[in-house]
């Protein structure tokens, strides 16, 4: 996520990654290692490097302002930090996250749909 996002504000502003690597001081593969999320945590200091070189802040760079978190209602406590670890650490990769969350909505746009439809269909499928 963080390297997905980093992508995007890095091709707004016109950077490549040797670009922005230089503009904000740190190294180009490592830069590159977290674009392609082959490492996942930067740390701090890097992370307020380069979103000041992108002329945004850490939450911005992260997808995570203030504003957004308020909008959706949504706290990303310790419990949501601990079942997404979880999951990592059981081997859940983001497009296994993904297709599950497709499925829920899915789910969700299913069960509410009026009954009358899902009773026509399933009598058709009796006939």
């Known amino acids: 996520m963080v390297g997905e996002r980093l992508r995007e504000l890095r091709q707004e502003k016109g ?3 040797s670009e922005l690597a230089e503009l904000a001081g740190v190294s180009k593969s ?3 290692y977290i674009e392609r999320d082959v490492q996942k945590n930067p740390s701090l200091q890097f992370l ?3 979103a000041s070189s ?3 802040d850490v939450e911005g760079l992260l997808g995570t302002s203030s ?3 308020q909008s959706k209602d949504f706290v990303f ?3 949501w930090s601990n ?3 979880k999951a990592i650490n059981e081997g859940m990769s983001k497009k296994d ?5 497709d499925y829920l909505k899915f789910k969700k746009w299913k069960e509410a749909k009026p009954d009358s439809t899902n009773r026509s269909q399933e009598d058709k499928l009796n006939d």
Request: charged letters at 40%; glycine letters at 0%.
């Open 97 to 101: 996250f993904k297709e599950f969350r």
């Open 77 to 79: 406590d310790d419990e």
């Open 54 to 56: 992108l002329e945004t």
């Open 83 to 85: 079942l997404l670890n």
């Open 48 to 50: 307020k490097k380069i």
């Open 30 to 32: 490592y830069l590159s």
């Open 67 to 69: 504003s957004d978190v």
């Open 15 to 17: 950077y490549s990654i």
